[in-house]
């Protein structure tokens, strides 16, 4: 006798991106489960499942925007009602990974957080993990149990193709700098445009501050992309953008997966040389970050085949033909 087990996919969301998982459940074709969260009057958090859940595959949305702590640890608090409700199993899903760039020891007596976050999803339960456009690969191996790292490089070419299909031969991919070249490669290879690098470098001591020096390959005359994994304070592509037109450029574009969009970064861009900055919405935009020049695309496809997959227990990679395990 051959016993054949009942399924079920139970998806839920944190509160720090419902808009994201609505469009993740819409695509699926299922219904948003009920986390029931609240908070005591001290802030503490507390979660309760409106249904039961045991022997279920529970996919916990929750982007970690901020307050970065807060929504993580509300997180980890739905992971770990799941796992005492007798999930079969727990998928974190973080379209944008907290602590991301503390991924190593830049100087003496610092820690690396990200492994800290990631140990902390494994402990709460966590039984895989799914995240889109990770600050650096790295990142996958401070996880014990399986990652699926997603790329939205399908939705930004896209975008691109829709855009500049006409004018591919004037397009110079740019790498904001030597950690995205990469990246950048890729894209240049799809797209069949050129590509070039803008040196930077970040004053000794400090946060949140970079100085482009200058800029390896062609760029005079040409329409410029900048490809990053996130914009955050915008010191990065708006010090890349104004080096760039230095050099001749004929427009800029800044793309990122990630708009974190952290004063200044709004006030940075508007003034900046920069003529169009794409974004995703792995992270909400909230209505006073919105600017004529900013446009935000969707990955909850991207997410939802992901989710689809990890399902019904086939690769997540050749959704994106191997090109997201870089």
């Not at 986390?35 to 279920?56: K, M, P, Q, W």
């Not at 445009?193 to 040409?222: D, L, Y």
């Not at 006030?267 to 209505?287: E, G, N, Q, Y």
């Given at each position: 006798?051959e016993?054949i087990?009942r ?18 459940a ?23 499942y ?27 608090i739905?992971?770990?009602?799941a796992k005492r409700a ?39 339960g966590?039984?895989?993990v ?6 650096s690969?790295?990142?996958q ?8 790292h997603?790329?939205?490089t ?7 193709r ?7 031969s004037?397009i110079?991919?740019?790498?904001p ?5 990469k990246?950048?490669?890729?894209y ?14 970040r ?6 501050q ?38 001749g ?19 940075r861009l ?6 169009r900055v794409v ?22 496809a ?10 019904e227990?086939?690769?997540v ?10």
């Amino acid at each position: 006798m051959e016993f054949i087990p009942r399924r079920r996919l139970v998806l839920v969301s944190g509160r720090s991106h419902p808009a994201l998982a609505e469009q993740i459940a819409g695509h699926l074709g299922v219904e948003l489960s009920e986390a029931h969260l609240r908070e005591f009057a001290n802030g503490e958090v507390h979660c309760r499942y409106d249904t039961s859940i045991r022997g279920c595959d529970v996919f916990i949305i929750q982007t970690h925007c901020g307050p970065v702590n807060d929504t993580i640890m509300e997180q980890l608090i739905m992971i770990e009602a799941a796992k005492r409700a007798s999930a079969k199993r727990i998928t974190a899903v973080c379209p944008y990974y907290g602590y991301a760039r503390q991924d190593r020891k830049a100087t003496g007596r610092e820690p690396i957080t990200a492994k800290l976050v990631a140990d902390m999803l494994s402990v709460a339960g966590a039984d895989r993990v799914v995240s889109v456009d990770l600050h650096s690969g790295q990142i996958q191996g401070f996880f014990d149990v399986p990652f699926d790292h997603l790329t939205a490089t399908p939705v930004l070419e896209s975008y691109l193709r829709a855009n500049v299909a006409d004018c591919v031969s004037d397009i110079v991919v740019v790498a904001p700098d030597a950690g995205r070249v990469k990246v950048a490669e890729r894209y240049s290879q799809r797209l069949g445009c050129s590509i070039a690098m803008v040196h930077k470098t970040r004053p000794r001591g400090t946060a949140n501050q970079v100085e482009a020096r200058h800029v390896v390959g062609e760029v005079e005359g040409r329409h410029c992309i900048i490809i990053d994994d996130m914009i955050d304070t915008a010191g990065t592509v708006c010090a890349a953008a104004e080096l760039l037109v230095e050099n001749g450029a004929a427009d800029v574009w800044a793309m990122a997966t990630h708009g974190v969009l952290s004063d200044p970064a709004v006030d940075r861009l508007k003034s900046s040389v920069i003529s169009r900055v794409v974004v995703t919405d792995t992270l909400p935009v909230p209505d006073d970050r919105v600017f004529d020049k900013l446009e935000v695309l969707s990955v909850s496809a991207v997410i939802a085949d992901a989710i689809d997959a990890v399902f019904e227990d086939t690769s997540v990679s050749e959704i994106f033909g191997g090109d997201n395990l870089a």
